[in-house]
């Protein structure tokens, strides 16, 4: 009897969580489309590196004769800055070249300045459409996260999964939706930076199969981070130091699986000495604060920058604007994203072992040092040079470590408090969205609810800005409910039913403490 009344129940289980992923794209897409080119941080710069990211190919990227300094990539790409800090009237009124006309450009990785691993993956998307080819790359991303994300809620142990999923829900609104749903390297350092760790921890658990896929799957993610961006790459090292902590034992068998992290964090420290963006570690970025030197003392700069080290965690929630910092979220956002995100971690304190609070004790360090010493050799203040999406894979990180269930101890929520998270989140979401859309159809100054009214730029699509929110709006709010309702409710539940009795381990091997 019991067998025969759990397979319909892991049935219906699996038919509503598994729509998940469905409604989680469909809220992505609505993201990717929500601001036109240009407007993630230094498109200026990304664009034209992804269009050169596999070389020189006619009408696409071409050599500037007398300048190697320079490629010569569609007028699009090149003139795309437009649409930044000047709610886009430059961009509607300026002269606009004929189709195909190239610009030269010096903005790109053309020196090796950034790791050339996702420029050149997002190259295969090129074509000659500009608009349709950065459309169809934010949706890759989207796709990406959204399929990696599956990937491993299906690898993972139950009480795993609950990690990931929470992690996502409190982390991911409003800078996470924007980043992955663009086209800067950023949102590959997004999906490593809450995913990576948890995906070795799940390999180190694993046996068989299911620990093999969870390796490919870690070296997927760990790629993806350090071919991004620089400091993904040493986040990458850091999720190994993380995972470590977290399942060492003293055996042979966690020996030989410590070789794969191992080469891990080679090929983080590969990516890293090789891109020009390591050399920020020594000399900063340059510039100071606003652009000048900074006439205050090292110890005022210190002191000053650490009382304001908090803004840029918060920054990820909602405290600092969108795209290049110039699309400011209302209070309903930052307010609700830094409330739910802070009560959720505290709560999962609940489950707490030794090796649990030094793995949060070393991200926690992580989160004050490495903000605070680029700060210091940049001769910055909090505000300038040092963004909040530079250490938002620490914070998801964070979050995730503090999420994770210690073995007898598990992080439970009431039906109550998972509504209001989704709730909360679910309308954070949802006013994020339609302030980045109403910048750019109109701007700022336009207060309208309704996104059709005052519009002077969208595609050229049937669908209007309105479609775009509510089903955005709509996709997320049913994503987030079903797999915050189903992971933290009804899983619990079944997993007595489904999962088996965990066999005792002999008396001669240590047990990890999660």
């Known amino acids: 009897m019991p067998v025969s009344h759990s397979a319909p129940t892991r049935r219906r289980r699996w038919s509503y969580i598994g729509l998940v992923p469905i409604f989680a794209l469909l809220a992505l897409i609505a993201w990717a489309v929500s601001s036109p080119i240009g407007s993630s941080p230094d498109d200026d710069y990304h664009l034209p590196s992804i269009w050169c990211g596999l070389g020189d190919r006619p009408g696409i990227c071409e050599t500037v004769p007398g300048h190697p300094d320079q490629r010569a990539v569609p007028n699009a790409i090149a003139d795309s800055k437009c649409n930044i800090k000047i709610l886009n009237v430059q961009c509607r009124t300026r002269v606009v070249p004929p189709p195909g006309t190239m610009t030269p450009t010096m903005r790109g990785n053309f020196e090796g300045i950034y790791p050339p691993v996702y420029y050149s993956f997002m190259s295969i998307f090129v074509t000659p459409n500009v608009a349709a080819s950065v459309i169809g790359m934010r949706i890759v991303n989207a796709v990406l996260f959204v399929g990696i994300t599956t990937l491993l809620y299906l690898l993972l142990a139950p009480s795993r999964r609950r990690t990931l999923l929470w992690t996502w829900a409190i982390g991911i609104v409003p800078l996470g939706a924007f980043l992955v749903a663009s086209n800067n390297p950023s949102a590959w350092a997004v999906i490593a930076g809450g995913s990576l760790w948890l995906s070795l921890v799940g390999y180190f658990e694993s046996q068989g199969r299911r620990a093999i896929w969870l390796g490919v799957l870690s070296v997927v993610l760990a790629v993806m981070g350090a071919g991004a961006r620089a400091d993904s790459a040493l986040y990458t090292v850091g999720a190994v130091i993380v995972a470590g902590i977290l399942t060492a034992e003293r055996t042979r068998a966690f020996l030989l699986k410590a070789i794969l992290p191992a080469a891990l964090v080679i090929v983080g420290v590969f990516f890293y000495l090789t891109a020009g963006q390591s050399a920020v570690a020594s000399s900063g970025f340059g510039g100071g604060s606003g652009g000048k030197a900074n006439p205050v003392s090292m110890s005022s700069l210190l002191w000053n ?73 940049s001769r910055a203040l909090v505000g300038f040079q040092i963004q909040p999406r530079y250490i938002f894979p620490l914070l998801l990180m964070f979050a995730g470590v503090a999420l994770l269930s210690v073995r007898g101890r598990p992080i439970t929520f009431s039906r109550l408090q998972v509504g209001v998270v989704a709730v909360g989140i679910a309308i954070a979401n949802s006013a994020a969205l339609h302030i980045n859309l109403r910048r750019y159809i109109s701007g700022l100054q336009v207060t309208d609810p309704n996104l059709n009214h005052f519009v002077t730029w969208w595609w050229h699509v049937p669908i209007t800005p309105m479609v775009v929110w509510v089903v955005g709006s709509l996709a997320f709010g049913v994503a987030i409910w079903l797999a915050l309702w189903y992971v933290a409710i009804r899983t619990p539940r079944l997993e007595a039913l489904e999962e088996p009795a965990e066999p005792v381990e002999p008396v001669t091997r240590p047990v990890a403490a999660v």
């Not at 929630?317 to 609700?336: Q, Y």
């Not at 991200?363 to 050799?377: G, S």
Request: glycine share 10%; net charge positive.
């Open 305 to 377: 920058n650490l009382l304001n080290l908090p803004s840029l965690w918060a920054g990820n929630l909602g405290t600092w604007g969108l795209g290049w910092l110039d699309t400011p979220m209302p209070a309903i956002v930052s307010v609700t994203c830094i409330a739910l995100f802070g009560g959720v971690t505290f709560a999962g304190l609940r489950s707490a072992s030794t090796r649990k609070l030094l793995a949060l004790g070393a991200v926690t360090l992580a989160l004050i040092v490495v903000p605070m010493w680029a700060l210091y050799v």
